[in-house]
């Protein structure tokens, strides 16, 4: 009975780290969502890309692991910036599924341009990390570091982003455009910089997840594939919510790593779609969104 527990708990705990990383990417889903109406379908290859530049800062430049964190989260973050600034301010004012379209061709561009780098190509790479090896144990109970770090890592960020934009006066204008563009305008409040700093964000969450879930999955130029299952993590807990981004990752990845083990091959794969699918019947705003309702 105990070594079912036990194995429960770990794989619940994997689920809820794994989770975690579903949560990030997700929350650049609802941040840019949210400020732009725009749903950006290469948010899965930004965790991509910052897991490659943290693989050659670690491995190629010999950068300890946080300053390689750091080096990735600023270098993500200025390439969210000049991807909002030189391809989709250009789009303001074109059809949502134009620019939708278009983070969709950044995806396969993204994951086409790595494979084509010299010592990052096709190959699946890793590194070491200072929780490699290393586990925390109670009783029969054996749990590796390296997923706490993900979820101890993962929640510090959510409290430093809650802080922003609860306690700042730039996360209360983008609180504020994410509300209403021309309110926001009226109050003085640059939309386009709150665009850009928008971008900002969501390219440097990706790079953070990039360098979280390395360890545990490998770097390789489908990891980007991770938007699939981080889309509706944000969908199930409510397309316009943070906190629902994070419930609903977390959600998803404790289904999918139970389902991984308790359920015959192939339900992993599947099991998330079909709660999603299941609360979205019930619940078709999501867990934690607001049904708008508009008169016709």
Known sequence: MMELLNEVLQTILTGISIGCVYGLVALGFVLIFKATEVINFAQGELLMLGAFISYSLITMLNFPYWAAMLTTTVAMGLFGALLERT????????????IVIVTIGLAFFFRSAVSMVPGWGTDTHGFQTPFTEKFIRSGDLVISWEYMA???ITFALIGLLFTFFRYTRVGTAMRATSQNQLAAVYMGISVTRVFSLTWTIAAALGGIGGILLSPITFVHMNMGFIGLKAFPAAVLGGFGSLPGAIVGGLIIGVIESLSGVYLPDGWKDISAWIILIGVLIIRPQGLFGIQE????
């Open 87 to 98: 391809v989709l301010r250009s789009l303001v004012g074109e059809p949502v599924y134009a």
């Open 150 to 152: 993900i979820i101890l």
């Open 293 to 296: 309702k508009k008169k016709v």
